[in-house]
């Protein structure tokens, strides 16, 4: 990142995104060295299928039903903290960056841990039954942090959708 002084947009905002950054970077680090783990594991056969485990279809099932409505609830969650916010601002409530970045914070850590929690239990279906499908799950979830991953124009976008206005008017 650069300094402050190569930087004349400079208001604040920036060291709160690259700390947002850094969280979703290393929720996705972490959910891709256990699923590393993982794999590395299965595909050396040092894990195997305890008899009598839970039929694997009924965990894939869970996953895939805990994965949408996740991420349904993320979507739903990112529109309510909108409308709240749009809310405020028709009744002139001051908007500053920094608060809408603090709001964006909070629907970002929200949104990356519905993500990520269904896409860990991915990788442990796939540990615990040897079912590689499992890792469909991860996969979306790794493929979803990506897509949530916070830039300046993600942000600015959540400015206009929140507030009308272009940030830092």
Known sequence: MLGTEQRPQWNGVEPALCANQVLVGALLAGLLSFTGVVLALQTSGSVTTPP??????????????????????????????????????????????????????????????????????????????????????????????LAIFPTRGKFDGFVRDATGRAPGM
């Open 52 to 145: 009598g485990a839970s039929p694997d279809n009924v965990l894939l099932i869970v996953m895939g039903v805990l994965t949408i409505a996740t991420f349904a609830g993320s979507l739903v969650m990112r529109r309510l903290h909108i409308g709240q916010l749009r809310r405020m601002a028709e009744q002139g409530v001051e908007m500053s960056d920094r608060l809408l970045m603090g709001r964006y914070a909070i629907v970002l850590i929200l949104r990356a841990a519905l993500a990520e929690g269904p896409a860990l239990f991915g990788a442990v279906i796939v540990l615990i039954s040897g079912n590689m499908l499992g890792f469909l799950g991860t996969a979306f979830g790794a493929i979803v942090l």
